[in-house]
């Protein structure tokens, strides 16, 4: 298989520090800010109608339902910083010049594979947090709202279109192993 040790040009090197930073940035965002959220009623008061799309609806907000809000963010945080850490690998390998090796692939595929569950997982998780908000409303005035939005739209579009260029990178360095043993 080639190696492609080709170092990287002065812009990309800049990109890769870039994207890495940002990376571990978004790494400690979402550990920090979800704990913080949850931890803080006021804060969950203010921001929780919007995010869960219950708007103006009355909401009980006791500790199980900041417990229960809490637990469904959890596999959001975790998918998050698993494709952080897919994000970072590749650049990694970008960074050492192996930009269509096996593991750039990998990585690049493990990225988008996160970006596309996330985008799907968002209106059900959404959702999920709407219904802890509600839950400790009397029988009749709790919700469950599920909504798609464009930027989810969007998401799901990228994710895809990721993966799909994930699957043609690697099915081009296989084809560009096939030609060189013909030569």
């Not at 940002?22 to 804060?43: H, I, Q, R």
């Not at 690049?108 to 947090?129: D, E, I, N, Y």
């Not at 994710?159 to 192993?177: N, T």
Request: glycine share 10%; aromatic share 8%; proline share 5%.
């Amino acid at each position: 298989m080639p190696q492609n040790n080709h170092l990287p040009t002065r812009g990309l090197r800049f990109l890769i520090g870039f994207v890495r930073l940002l990376a571990v940035l978004g790494g400690v965002a979402l550990v920090l800010v979800p704990a913080m959220f949850w931890l803080t009623p006021d804060w969950v008061r203010a921001a929780a109608p919007v995010m869960s799309g219950i708007g103006d609806h009355p909401m009980v907000i006791d500790e199980r339902a900041l417990l229960i809000g809490a637990t469904v963010s959890l596999p959001s945080v975790l998918l998050g910083l698993y494709g952080l850490w897919h994000l970072w690998r590749l650049f990694g390998e970008y960074k050492a010049g192996r930009v269509f090796g096996l593991d750039a692939q990998r990585h690049l595929r493990g990225f988008a594979a996160v970006m596309l569950a996330s985008a799907l997982l968002a209106p059900l998780l959404r959702a999920a947090v709407g219904v802890a908000l509600t839950l400790g409303n009397p029988p009749g005035q709790r919700m469950l709202v599920l909504t798609l939005s464009w930027n989810d739209y969007i998401a799901i579009l990228c994710g895809a279109v990721l993966l799909a260029i994930a699957a043609v990178m690697a099915d081009a360095v296989r084809l560009a192993e096939e030609n060189e043993s013909f030569v």
